[in-house]
């Protein structure tokens, strides 16, 4: 069984910041490079952030010094702390293994964010 449960996101106002969480539902959570991803509309789902097993993260260039991805194995959650949030972050975000599985429906049904004054 893979699910993962995406929360956190909502309106908020370019220069603020938004945390979200993401509760997985994975065998040997632990030992997957996780990430979050964003698809904005009209467009493909991109990786913004990812998390090894040993914590070593990466970000895509755009988010670079204003968001910041943790995770807690023991409660198997994924967090992505987003500051200075700008109108071109307004998006759905999603969770994933890093690659994300290969089944479909392994995609939750996302947290949308709009950055919007």
């Known amino acids: 069984q893979v699910q993962f449960v995406e929360s956190g996101g909502g309106l908020v106002q370019p220069g603020g910041s938004l945390r979200l969480s993401c509760a997985a539902s994975?065998?040997?959570?632990?030992?997957?490079?996780m990430g979050w991803y964003r698809q904005a509309p009209g467009k493909q789902r991109d990786l913004v952030a990812s998390?090894?097993?040993?914590?070593?993260?990466n970000y895509e260039d755009s988010v670079k010094g204003r968001f910041t991805i943790s995770r807690d194995n023991a409660k198997k959650m994924v967090f992505l702390q987003m500051n200075s949030l700008k109108p071109e972050d307004t998006a759905v975000y999603y969770c994933?293994?890093?690659?994300?599985?290969?089944?479909?429906?392994?995609w939750g049904q996302g947290t949308q964010v709009t950055v919007s004054s």
């Open positions: 994933n293994k890093v690659p994300p599985f290969t089944l479909a429906r392994s």
């Open positions: 994975v065998t040997m959570f632990r030992i997957y490079a």
């Open positions: 998390i090894t097993s040993d914590g070593s993260t």
